[in-house]
Structure formats: C-alpha cells, structure tokens
C-alpha cells in the first residue's frame, strides 16, 4: 500500500471516515464496486492484493477542479456534489506512510528512523536524531496533533541534542505524517531545519483489534475498537516496557517504558471530540570499573544516573461548517523533567560529585485554526497558538575533578510564546498554483518577535512533469536553559535573556518527473542562509553545532551560516511484491562564530547517498501469507571533529582533550557505510494473524567516533569510537 488513510463522505466533508483495509478488500474484489462521482479523480488500485493489517488505511491521490493535490477515495456514491477536501498539501516535503516504519528496512518501528532514508537526511546508528541538509538535529521541531512537543525519543538529548535511541512514539497508533526538509508553509514555525508533523490515528470503530508484540527491544500490547459503534466512537492504545533484562548495555542498565493513546467521539451535531495522549519514563545508570588497576579513562572511574520523564496530551474538537469551512481547536499540555547526576571516583573508591542536573519544563497550549474553501481554486487556513511556558532548571557542573559544584544555568518562572498564521491556496490555472502565507511569533521573555512571510509556486507543465518554487523566512527560540546561563562574572545575572531568535531564509526549487504509473523522479537544490545565530564572541562556537544537553556561555546573535545542496530521489512504488528508492544528497554546510571565521558545521558530511529495496512474495495455499525481505544500505561522509591541542589538553588538571577551535571541524573520518535490514514472514488466518521478524541496524558493524580521551596508562590521547549494531527477534499476534 503506497497511501495509507482515507477520507470522503457523500455529503461533502463534514466528517473523516477512515476505511479498514478489509473493506477496501471487499470493495476491490467487486462486491459492491466503488463509485466516483468526478471523473477527474484518477483512482488507480494497483495489482497487488491488500493484506488485512491492523490500522492500515487507502488514500489515492486527485485533483479537484485544477486545485492543488488531495489524497482522497470514496466509497460511497457521492451523489450530486463533487467530493470535497479542505487539506491541500502544502509546501515540499515528504508524506510518511503509517507502515514504513514497520516494513522498511532501518525502520526499527522508528518514525524517527524512518526518514533518515528520504533525501536531505543523514542518519546515525547510536541515535535516532535527525540531521537535515547538514543541520543539528536540535533545529528540528517535534509535532503530535498539531502541538510542539518535547523530544519524544527515549533517552533524548543524552547522546546527541535532538535525539534519542528510539521513539517512544509507536508505528501501532501513528497514523499518516508530513515530514519537512525545508521551505515548510505558513502553519508551521518556530523551526529552521525541518518539521517532523505525526498524527495519531483513529482506532476501529466497528470491530476490536487487538496486539501483542515480543522481541528482545521490548514487549508492546496494543488495541482499538469501538466505544460506541452507535456513534462511531473508539478508542486505541499502545503500551511499550523494556526492563533490564531485556536490554542490557556493557557497564550499565537500562529501562524504558511508553504510552500512546487516542480517544474519537464523532457527534451529529457538534463536531468531533478527541482525546489523546503520549508518555514515556526512562531509567538510566552507568556503572564504573570497580577495579583502580584497569582504570584507563576518566570515564572508566565516573558513573552517571540519568531518570527521564515525558508526556504530552490534550483535547481536540473539530467542527464542520457545512461542506466547505472546518474550525479545529486543541487545549494541551506537555510536560518535561529530567534529573541526573554523574560522580567520579579515587583510587580509594570515594566519591565526590561532577554534575549535577534538575529541570522541568510545563507547557498548557491553546491552539486554533479555521480552514475555509471558498471555491475550487481558492482554500484559506488561519490560526493562532499561545503557550505557556513553566520552567524550573537548576544546573551544576565542578570545573575540575574533585571541585565544588558550580551553577551553570538556574531558573524559575514563566513566559510565553504567542503565534498566529495565514496560509492560502490559489489555483490560478489548470496548471498553476500559489501557496503563500505569513506567520508571525512573539517571545514575552525578553520581547522578541518575528515576522515571516511564506511563498511556493507549483506548475504542472506536462501531465508528467512539475515544477516548483519555495521561499520562506523562520525562526527559532532557543531551549529555555540557555536563556538562564550564569556565569562567575555576573553571578545571579542570566547572560542570555535578551537573546533573539535564531532566523533562516529557505530557498527551494523542486523538478518532479513521473517516470511511469509506479516510478517517480525527484530533484530538488536548495539553499539556506540562517542569521542572528547565537555565537561566543572572539570564538567559533556556535549553537548550529550544539549536540550538548547543556551550555555554560554568554551568547550573542552574532553568527550565520549557508547551507547548500541538491536532493535526487528515484522512488518506484510496490508492484508486484517489489519496491525500492534510490536517493542522494550532495551538500555544503558552513557557519560563521563569533570570530567571524567561515568553518564547517560538525554535521556537514557532504553527501549521503541510500539504497532501500524490499521484496515480497505472496505464499501458503491461498498466497495469504507474506514473506518479507527488506535492506537499506547508506553510504555518506564520515563524522567531522576539530584537531587536537595537545599543549592546552595537557595543561588541563583533568587532562581532558582540548581542541583547535580556530580549526573548527577542519577534519573528518572516513566515509561510512550503514547497512539495515528487516526480514519478516506473516501468516494471516481470518481472525488471527502471525508475524515473526528479525530486525537489524549497522549489521556491518561500521563504528562511529565520539571524541577522544587522554590514556592515563600510555600518557597517549586516544579516539573514542564505538560499533553499535542492533538486533531485534520479534514475534507479533494480532486478533
């Protein structure tokens, strides 16, 4: 199934239908046939046959009275009136699948890892997080139902800022999601690099589903069904535990556990009421070598603790104005905490402190937004965001081994982030279409804002081949810790408060080819020119590189950075079994510090190139079974890291490594190769269905590079890498 979810109504759209694969089955065998009321709809169903899978769902592409491109089926007669949709697709971008994450290879039933295979993205195996068009992963933001959300990826921020080692989001109750590179419409802000926008989807509402994964990562349960199938009501969830037996780590333990969930309460006359939800709880302690003698490391004589807490849900009510107008407001909160510490250890075994971390973060949200079609030409959106921000953070960090604790950054209280939007779709012809908008945010911090106008430009100049123009200006706040840094010099004073936005300009044009019913082409160059970058002054520090979960320094917006390249993507869609794309990035990612020196950004590998292929045969005696053979192989440009000053690492009391700053980034490793695969073989009976799977990242083994640390045994400083593979042996029931 190359489109997943379905929406159309006999009325026009004054509710969403979603359709089960099972009745689409139904329908496509004949009985009864679908009937389409627009001839211009170009419903195509492939040859493939459809796999009853839970919470699988059929959209089909269309084009409604030359308007901009709709994913739509209708299963219903829609009578006399056209069907009407009132989400255009907007902007460049991708559209997730709600089974990617479980088919493809290097998926890991990871949304977050799923996209690592669209162009423009440089994926990582120790984490999840994602680096677009060489930007930190940080930049990215994070959306559920139309909310910001905190990173929602288990033990986030740890590794690398932005990311995780997994998601606590879970591929059983995602629904379809947009994913975008760059130049993102008028809805969107309060990011520079990218928008990962999820949706959770509806449960069943005419029959229970039900299930029960184990594997090695974890065990899930999940299910949905109907609350009221008189009103069309259901309910779903999903619920992920992972204890300390069932992943290990060498020299520590590890825990993990998440919720999702999702409420639906259609009404005839009052719209749509929702209530949903998502958590996760994470555990997280390192041990150190009990034995002085082996000690080589700082790190060996350290231990960390880290507890992690996350959860984000809210209330949604959608209403229909007749057929052409819907109003969506959301009432949410998010909240955040954190609590770590780390000790290090003598040689007689006594402890003193080195870090120590305490922060929460509350946000209550209100969110609105009106969509109103005016014609078939013309569709308007507009809306409004308000969040209030609760914040209360406490860092301390010795500056050498066995000094007191220092405060690095300390906070309480509250502000607030006000946003507002207006997006419109014109079709100016059968061939042409404009979509511009304007968004605007302002900061009561320190009473900053920003006003951002939005453009993109589509023309269809063959049926076959189209062409497409984006402009747009963003902008970021920062993580609240930075605003609350303190230094020796201004003791209680935060150094950062009155900083500004981080801001971007996006460029982007897209060739898009149509190749054959099955197979598409895609090229798309780009450029980005990002300024007011928070920098240290007289220094090439810059947040485009921070990958830390803390910073300890006066900023200033004085920094910049341009980020150039072209994405190809050669996609051929499932037929007969057989799938794959092809994609390429070659790019250039460079930022100006404080010093006023152009370097490389630390995630500007230059090229990324991908290769996912995935077959699948039809077996048993009624070729209901599926056996699945899926790989994805990476090839990109090594890690970048600055040269080593050897003088000042060895002035160091600690002797920790110390870098070249005025060569920032200057250097980097070897290219790496990454290879993933999923094989899976299901067996679907008429009320049951079975499916064991081995899942695999990195089985090559390719190592990734950290840092580098001072040998206290060889007086030698050392590169500190690592080779992570995964490996997940699941079975899964459905009923």
């Avoid at 706040?477 to 840094?485: G, H, I, N, R, T």
């Avoid at 790496?672 to 081995?694: C, D, P, Q, W």
């Amino acid at each position: 199934l190359e489109f997943l979810g379905l929406f159309c109504h006999h009325q026009g759209i004054q509710e969403l239908i979603q359709v089960p694969v099972d009745d689409i089955r139904q329908l496509v065998e004949g009985e009864p046939d679908p009937v389409v009321g627009d001839p211009a709809l170009g419903i195509v169903v492939g040859s493939d046959p459809f796999t009853p899978v839970s919470g699988a769902y059929l959209a089909l592409p269309f084009r409604s009275g030359g308007g901009p491109l709709l994913f739509l089926l209708c299963f219903q007669d829609p009578g006399p009136e056209h069907p009407q949709a009132l989400f255009p697709v907007l902007g460049l971008g991708f559209f997730v699948l709600a089974l990617g994450p479980s088919r493809y290879a290097g998926g890991f039933d990871d949304p977050a890892r799923l996209v690592s295979a669209f162009a423009g993205v440089a994926p990582s195996v120790s984490s999840n997080g994602i680096s677009i068009h060489g930007n930190a992963p940080h930049l990215l933001q994070w959306r559920l139902e139309d909310v910001e959300i905190p990173n929602p990826n288990h033990f986030a921020d740890i590794a690398t800022l932005g990311g995780g080692i997994l998601s606590s989001l879970s591929s059983q109750v995602l629904g379809n999601s947009d994913f975008f590179t760059g130049a993102f419409p008028a809805e969107y802000g309060n990011a520079v690099s990218g928008v990962f926008d999820m949706k959770l989807r509806n449960g069943n509402n005419q029959k229970n589903e039900n299930t029960i994964q184990v594997g090695i990562m974890g065990i899930d349960v999940a299910s949905e069904g109907p609350l009221s199938k008189k009103h069309k009501a259901s309910y779903i969830f999903n619920y992920r535990y992972s204890t300390t037996g069932l992943l290990n780590l060498d020299g520590g333990t590890m825990d993990y556990q998440d919720l999702n969930f999702k409420l639906n309460f259609p009404t005839k006359m009052a719209g749509t009421f929702s209530v949903w939800g998502t958590s996760l709880i994470d555990k997280f302690k390192s041990d150190m070598e009990r034995n002085p003698e082996k000690w080589e490391y700082l790190g060996d004589r350290s231990e960390s603790r880290d507890k992690q807490y996350m959860a984000a849900g809210g209330i949604s009510h959608r209403y229909f104005f007749n057929s052409d107008a819907s109003l969506k407001t959301t009432v949410a909160a998010t909240y955040s905490q954190l609590d770590g510490g780390a000790s290090m250890f003598n040689h007689a075994l006594e402890s003193t402190p080195y870090m120590d971390l305490e922060s929460r973060h509350t946000n209550l949200i209100l969110t609105s937004t009106f969509n109103r079609k005016f014609s078939n030409r013309f569709t308007n959106k507009a809306g409004f965001t308000y969040t209030a921000m609760f914040y209360d953070m406490n860092l301390a960090i010795a500056p050498y081994e066995a000094q007191l604790l220092e405060t690095v950054s300390k906070g309480d209280g509250n502000t607030s982030l006000i946003s507002a939007y207006n997006s419109s779709s014109v079709g100016l012809s059968d061939r042409w279409t404009l979509n511009a908008g304007i968004y605007g945010q302002y900061l009561t911090l320190n009473n900053k804002w920003s006003v951002e106008p939005r453009a993109g430009l589509k023309w269809q100049a063959t049926p076959k081949a189209t062409f497409a123009l984006a402009y747009g200006i963003y902008s970021r706040m920062e993580k609240m810790d930075v605003y609350f840094v303190k230094t020796k010099s201004t003791g209680n004073q935060s150094v950062n408060k009155n900083l500004d936005f981080t801001k971007a300009q996006h460029i982007m044009l897209s060739f898009g080819y149509k190749i054959s019913d099955r197979m598409n082409l895609k090229i798309e160059p780009y450029v980005q020119f990002l300024h007011d970058v928070p920098v240290m002054a007289d220094s090439s520090y810059s947040v485009l590189n921070r990958s830390d979960f803390y910073v300890e320094d006066a900023l200033v917006n004085k920094g910049r950075g341009r980020n150039i390249g072209i994405d190809i993507t050669l996609e051929r869609f499932l037929e007969k079994g057989l799938y794959y794309m092809i994609s390429g990035s070659l790019f250039d990612s460079r930022y100006r510090g404080g010093d006023g020196v152009w370097y490389n950004t630390k995630f500007n590998r230059n090229y990324v190139i991908n290769g996912l292929i995935g077959k699948e045969w039809m077996l048993g005696r009624n070729k209901q079974n599926i056996l699945s053979i899926n790989l994805k192989l990476t090839l990109q440009g090594g890690d970048r890291y600055s040269p080593i000053d050897m003088e000042a690492t060895m002035k160091h009391p600690d002797k920790e490594v110390q870098y070249d700053e005025r060569k920032a980034f200057s250097k980097q490793y070897s290219p790496m190769l990454i290879g993933n695969y999923t094989v899976s073989y299901r067996i679907n009976k008429k009320k049951v269905s079975h499916e064991f799977a081995v899942k695999g990242l990195n089985f090559m083994g390719t190592k990734e590079h950290y840092g580098h640390e001072y040998n206290v045994k060889t007086g030698k400083i050392d590169a500190t890498d690592g080779s992570t593979v995964l490996t997940n042996v699941s079975y899964k029931l459905e009923f």
